[in-house]
Structure formats: C-alpha cells, structure tokens
C-alpha cells in the first residue's frame, strides 16, 4: 500500500463481523466506513466513492448482487471503485452470479484478516485481485496408469449395497506419457476434478475428455467437474457428432436453465469441445483409434496406444450375434453379425487393458436384448479370442449389489480355467488403480479411497 491513506466501506448487517473488521483495518492504517444495509452502502459509495468496498451477499434492503450492479451501473462517477462480496455461502453458482453482477474479488466467511489484507492492499493499488493459478502449470509425471472414477451404467445407485464396486456412473481416468485422458462424464467425474483439484492446488490444467455417446449415464457429472470452474484450466471435449445434433448442442443443452443453474457458456474454465471427423487421432503422444458399436444412436469405442501398451474403452457395446439370434434373425443376418464381431475383436486384440461393457448374464440379457448391452459370458469369450491381457467388466448394472458382482467375477474366472487361458479378469471397481508396467513387469493394482 502507498503511503496516502485508502478507504474501505463495510457494508454487512451483522454488525460485529463488521465492527471487527473495521477495526482491524483501522489498525493497519485504512480509513474505514460502515454501511448495515445495500442501499444505505450504495449511497456512501457514491459520495465517499471509496477503493475498496466489501460487502456481505445476503442483507435486508439491497443485497449484494444488487449492490455490485448498482456499481456498475455508475462507474463513472466511480471509476476506481472496487468491490469484494463476502458471503457465508460457499456457493459456486453465487460466486459467479457475482462475478457477472460485477464483483472484483469474493470471499468465504470465516474471512482471514492477513488474507483480506493482502487482497485489499491489491484491489486499491490497481493490482486485482492476486490470483496466482496461471503462473503454476500442473504437469502429469511420466508413466501409465489408469483409475476407475465410476464403473456403473444408466443411473448413479449409491447406499451400503454397492460400496464396494461403487455407484457412480461411467468415468475413467487415464494418464498416460504426460497426457491427463477422462474417459467420459458421468458421477465418477464430480469426485475426480475434487481429487484433480487437491492434487494440484492453484495449478493451471490442461486435459481431454473424450466422450463415447451422450447418453445421461456418460456426461451427467460434468456440470459438477469442479476443474471447469478455474479460467486458468483448459478442458478439451472430444467425441462424435451424435444421431439427432452435435456434441456440443447435446452438452450444452443438458445445462439450459431448466436443468441447471449455470450455462456452459458460464463455465470459466477454458471449454472447447471438438467433434472427430477421423477415427484415428492423437492426444499429444498417444495415438487413439475409435471405433463404432452397437449401441443405439452414435457410440464409439476408444482404443490408446501408449508407451506401457494399449488401453481399449468400450463401456456401451451389444454384441452383434447375440443380438442377431435373440432377434430370430436368418442364417445369412448371423453370419453378418459374426463378421461385426469379428471386426471388433480385431479392434482389441492384444489390448493390455480391456475395459467391456458387461451389464447382464445371457439370462438377463433374454429380456433386454436391443437395449444396447453385453452378457460378460460373450464378453469373456470375446477377451481370451482377442488375447486381451487383462479384462475389467464394466457398466455394471444398477440393480446388481456388491454380492452379485463378485459372484459374477467367479463365473468369469471358472471359464478362462475351463478354457486355459491366460486372461485375466476383474470387476472394475470405484478408487481401483491399475498402473501399467514397461513391458515384462507384472500389472500392479492399488486400491485408493476415492473420498475427498
Ligand atoms: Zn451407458
Ligand atoms: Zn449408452
């Protein structure tokens, strides 16, 4: 702060938070005003025109919001007014209804005095508001590895039932030789930008998302992806145009203003959504080929090629034979679909990670044949063909308990002894870490608490 004296106006109707910060202001040289209310604040902002004012969010007679768009509205008259809401709501949805009614900075109450100081200080010699995030990049430190964020198909169940192969909806994250890859949006996102924001705190990042399908269960969580939210981050969506309009009108339209409170286009992180005309592309080092399934509307697979081996994501996929002959199809539609399968096995073969749609056994598959799914039977069968080294099971589905999917990784595991394979077979699972190795070394999995 230069030596000529600054004024701040508190305006807060909780008369001791501010009397207790003007008087620590008072002590470190601010000349300080107060104000109970919005309206009487906005009247002494006009005739003090102070350069700092902060102002409590929720206040009887003009709230904050109204506050900060009264300021705007007459920033001539003051033009070096700054304003700081403090709220005791955390709120991100308030933060940015905030920032668009004009506010210079915003602050969660318990307010600490040093930080407030500093950020006054700032805002009142023209400096903003100090925010540091773009001057630290987070960098993903080499290796492979991936981390299953949610394993389960339609609709999010959490409850004692599914703890131990988790509830949350389709989301997997990838790091691999220096790229951060989330395989689709669904709940598992939400905790994974939380975690993605405690490992880098104040980092700026730079990922890809890449969507298979819109469909709810693969892009309801990332409204709630918390690293979207930081204008320092760059967040690239990559998929497909879809059956009925383009990726980026189906994403943006899930977050119009009936379904949520914040537009995409509100989102301050950096979004660019980009639709794939190719079916093989590169994210930086790592090659991609996609491929398209049966699934109804437009769904791919994706297949990464990193330096540890490949990784193949097909969470949505109907096997075509079993589909043909459920469907009473001809001898000529069978061999056809043979063919499709065929095409897909090429597709994964020699896969180091096989990430499959496995939702129902052939019993349930009887009575939901056409919904776009695979029995893990087929799917199994389909690995040890392709000479995948390890399989997960994956899109588990919502009324499928902890129980049942154990006892499903059983029956798996019997059919590659029956049939001497060396495959290897799990159960994707909520907070399960599979490193992947250089070649010659064993898979090592780690199981991580995915609570932040
Ligand atoms: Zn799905
Ligand atoms: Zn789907």
């Known amino acids: 702060m230069d030596s000529e004296v600054k004024t701040?106006?508190?305006i807060d109707d909780d008369s001791a938070f501010r009397q207790a910060?003007?008087?620590?202001?008072?002590?470190?040289?601010?000349?300080?005003?107060?104000?109970?209310?919005?309206?009487?604040?906005?009247?002494?902002?006009?005739?003090?025109?102070?350069?700092?004012?902060?102002?409590?969010?929720?206040?009887?007679?003009?709230?904050?919001?109204?506050?900060?768009?009264?300021?705007?509205?007459?920033?001539?008259r003051m033009p070096l007014t700054k304003v700081v809401v403090t709220t005791g709501s955390g709120y991100m949805a308030d933060r940015l209804e905030a920032e668009e009614s004009g506010?210079?900075?915003?602050?969660?109450?318990?307010?600490?005095?040093?930080?407030?100081?500093?950020?006054?200080?700032?805002?009142?010699?023209?400096?903003?508001?100090?925010?540091?995030?773009?001057?630290?990049?987070?960098?993903?430190?080499?290796?492979?590895?991936?981390?299953?964020?949610g394993v389960r198909g339609s609709v999010p169940v959490p409850g004692p039932s599914t703890v131990e192969f988790g509830g949350n909806t389709s989301c997997v994250e990838v790091r691999a030789d220096g790229q951060l890859i989330i395989l689709d949006a669904g709940t598992g996102?939400?905790?994974?930008?939380?975690?993605?924001?405690?490992?880098?705190?104040?980092?700026?990042?730079?990922?890809?998302?890449?969507i298979t399908h819109t469909h709810w269960d693969h892009i309801q969580g990332f409204p709630f992806f918390l690293p979207a939210y930081f204008p320092s981050n760059t967040v690239r969506i990559v998929g497909f145009e879809g059956a009925r309009r383009g990726l980026e009108r189906t994403l943006l339209s899930q977050m119009e203003s009936p379904y949520f409170p914040i537009s995409m286009r509100e989102m301050p992180g950096n979004i660019a959504i980009r639709e794939l005309a190719d079916l093989d592309f590169h994210i930086g080092p790592v090659r991609v080929r996609a491929e398209f399934l049966?699934?109804?509307?437009?769904?791919?697979?994706?297949?990464?090629?990193?330096s540890a081996g490949s990784i193949s994501y097909l969470p949505d996929v109907e096997l075509f034979r079993r589909f043909r002959e459920n469907v009473g199809a001809g001898q000529p539609d069978i061999a056809y679909a043979a063919e499709k399968d065929e095409r897909l096995r090429e597709f994964i073969a020699g896969s180091e990670i096989l990430i499959f749609d496995g939702q129902y056994d052939v019993e349930e598959y009887?009575?939901?044949?056409?919904?776009?799914?695979?029995?893990?039977?087929?799917?199994?069968?389909?690995?040890?063909?392709?000479?995948?080294?390890?399989?997960?099971?994956?899109?588990?589905?919502?009324?499928?308990?902890?129980?049942?999917?154990?006892?499903?990784?059983?029956?798996?595991?019997?059919m590659v002894r029956?049939?001497?394979?060396?495959?290897?077979?799990?159960?994707?699972?909520?907070?399960?870490?599979?490193?992947l190795s250089v070649a010659g070394t064993p898979v090592r999995l780690e199981v991580a608490d995915v609570s932040v």
């Open 21 to 76: 910060v003007a008087e620590w202001l008072r002590l470190r040289g601010w000349r300080v005003l107060e104000a109970s209310d919005g309206e009487n604040g906005f009247q002494i902002t006009l005739k003090e025109r102070p350069e700092v004012v902060l102002c409590d969010l929720l206040m009887p007679r003009g709230n904050g919001f109204k506050y900060c768009r009264q300021v705007r509205e007459n920033r001539l």
């Open 189 to 210: 996102i939400r905790p994974l930008g939380n975690a993605l924001e405690k490992e880098f705190p104040g980092q700026s990042l730079d990922f890809t998302i890449l």
């Open 294 to 306: 049966n699934h109804p509307g437009i769904c791919t697979g994706y297949r990464l090629f990193t």
């Open 103 to 149: 506010a210079d900075g915003y602050l969660v109450k318990p307010v600490d005095m040093e930080s407030l100081h500093v950020l006054l200080n700032s805002l009142a010699n023209g400096l903003g508001t100090g925010d540091q995030r773009t001057d630290k990049v987070g960098s993903i430190p080499p290796g492979v590895s991936l981390k299953f964020w």
């Open 366 to 414: 009887r009575s939901h044949v056409g919904w776009g799914h695979s029995c893990y039977e087929d799917v199994v069968e389909l690995a040890m063909q392709a000479g995948v080294k390890r399989l997960f099971i994956f899109h588990h589905d919502p009324v499928h308990d902890d129980a049942w999917v154990r006892s499903m990784v059983d029956r798996c595991r019997e």
């Open 418 to 435: 029956v049939a001497g394979s060396p495959l290897i077979v799990e159960a994707a699972r909520e907070g399960l870490t599979v490193e």
């Open 8 to 10: 701040v106006l508190v």
